[in-house]
C-alpha cells in the first residue's frame, strides 16, 4: 500500500501564486492519468490556465487543491477521450533475441509510455516538502505502475490515483467526480482487479539512494563511458530488462544485454552521461559522439535517457535491475538538458 499523501485544509485564493504553488503535483497527477511528460505538460498547463480564468468565481467552498483536481481531471478525460492507452515495448510481444543486428523500425507514430522528470513531479524534500510525500511521489511514477494504471478506464484511472495515491476517502472522491461513495467503492474494485492481472507485486523492490547505490551508479557511468561492456555486466542483475523505445525491440537477461551493447549498440562507444532523475528513479541522458550522426561539429549531440531501477540480486547486493532507454532528442527537452556537450 502507498504512503499517503497530506490534504490541504480549505484556503482563499488571493493570487496566481495560490495556484501555482500546487503545480508540481498536478503535474505527477496528469501524468498518471496520461503516461506523457509532454500531455501532462500540457494538461498541467490548461488546468492552470482555467483555474486563473476562473479565480473570481471560487467560492472556497472545497480547498484550492481539491479544485485544481477536479479542473485537472476533466482536462485529463477530454485529452484521453478516443485515445490508445500508452505502452511500453514489453506490452507488444516478447522479448528479442540477443543476436538482433538493428533495432529495427522505429514505431514513430506509437502511443509510447514516456519518462517523467522528478524535478516537475514528485515533492522536493530539500525545500521543505514532506519526505512521506516525496517517497510515495516516486514510488508511484514508477514506470511499471503507470504503465498499468494505462490499462484502466480514464474514471477508474482517476478514483484509484485519487484514493490510493493521494489518500482521498470514497467521500472525498465522490464529491470531487460528483458521482456516489458506492459508485467509486465499485470502481475501486474494477481498478483494483485489473492491476492485480498486471503482477506488479511480481517486480522487483526498488531500493532506496544510499552510499551502496551511487557506488554502482558510479560504476555504472564509468562502465559506460569506457564502453566496458564485460564491466557494465557485473553491475546488472540475471533477469535485468532493457527497452528501448520508440523502438519495439527490448531485451532480456544479462547476456542478451550485454551481447547487443557488443553488437548493434557499439556506436554508443565513446559517449557521455549526464546525472538526472526520472520516475522515482536515477537517471542518466546520454550524448553520442556527434561524428555518429555526421555531424563534423565536435562534441557530443543528445540521443537517449536512461532510467535505471535498482533493485537487490540474490546475494543482497545492490544491481541495475531495468534500464529504461527512451531514445531521441526531444526527450531531452522535457528535460531541461543541453543540447550539446563539448568534446571531453
Not at 509532454?38 to 483555474?51: H, K, S, V, W, Y
Request: proline letters at 6%; aromatic letters at 8%; glycine letters at 6%.
Amino acid at each position: 500500500m502507498l504512503v499517503s499523501l497530506t490534504i490541504e485544509p480549505m484556503q482563499a485564493v488571493t493570487s496566481q501564486e495560490d495556484l501555482e504553488q500546487h503545480r508540481r503535483e498536478i503535474a505527477g497527477y496528469c501524468y498518471r492519468m496520461l503516461g506523457s511528460v509532454f500531455e501532462a505538460d500540457d494538461a498541467t498547463q490548461e488546468t492552470m490556465l482555467r483555474a486563473w480564468r476562473g479565480l473570481e468565481r471560487f467560492e472556497g467552498r472545497s480547498s484550492v487543491r481539491t479544485w485544481l483536481y477536479r479542473i485537472a481531471t476533466n482536462v485529463c478525460w477530454d485529452m484521453l477521450r478516443g485515445r490508445q492507452r500508452r505502452e511500453r515495448p514489453m506490452d507488444l510481444g516478447p522479448s528479442s533475441p540477443a543476436d538482433a543486428s538493428f533495432l529495427g523500425p522505429q514505431l514513430v507514430d506509437h502511443p509510447w509510455l514516456l519518462p517523467m522528470p522528478d524535478a516537475r513531479s514528485v515533492p522536493d524534500v530539500a525545500a521543505g516538502d514532506d519526505p512521506a510525500g516525496a517517497a510515495v511521489g516516486r514510488e508511484s511514477i514508477r514506470l511499471a505502475f503507470v504503465a498499468a494504471l494505462q490499462h484502466l478506464p480514464p474514471r477508474q484511472r482517476a478514483v484509484l490515483i485519487l484514493h490510493e495515491v493521494l489518500s482521498w476517502s470514497a467521500l472525498e472522491v465522490a464529491e470531487l467526480l460528483d458521482t456516489s461513495v458506492a459508485s467509486v467503492n465499485s470502481a475501486l474494485q474494477r481498478a483494483r482487479a485489473t492491476l492485480a492481472a498486471r503482477h506488479l507485486e511480481d517486480l522487483p523492490d526498488l531500493v532506496s539512494v544510499e552510499k551502496e547505490q551511487q557506488e554502482l551508479l558510479d560504476s555504472f557511468v564509468d562502465a559506460f563511458e569506457r564502453y566496458d561492456i564485460d564491466r557494465l555486466a557485473t553491475l546488472l542483475r540475471d533477469d535485468v530488462v532493457q527497452s528501448m523505445p520508440p523502438y519495439a525491440l527490448w531485451l532480456e537477461g544479462v547476456d542478451r544485454v550485454a551481447q547487443w551493447w557488443k553488437g548493434p549498440g557499439i556506436d554508443c562507444a565513446g559517449s557521455r552521461l549526464l546525472a538526472t532523475r526520472a520516475n522515482g528513479c536515477s537517471a542518466f541522458a546520454q550524448y553520442r559522439r556527434a561524428e555518429t550522426f555526421g555531424d563534423g561539429g565536435g562534441g557530443h549531440l543528445p540521443w537517449a535517457v536512461h532510467i535505471i531501477e535498482v533493485s537487490e540480486g540474490p546475494d543482497r547486493r545492490q544491481l541495475i535491475s531495468a534500464i529504461c532507454t527512451f531514445i531521441g532528442p526531444d526527450i531531452f527537452d522535457a528535460f531541461d538538458l543541453p543540447d550539446r556537450l563539448p568534446a571531453a
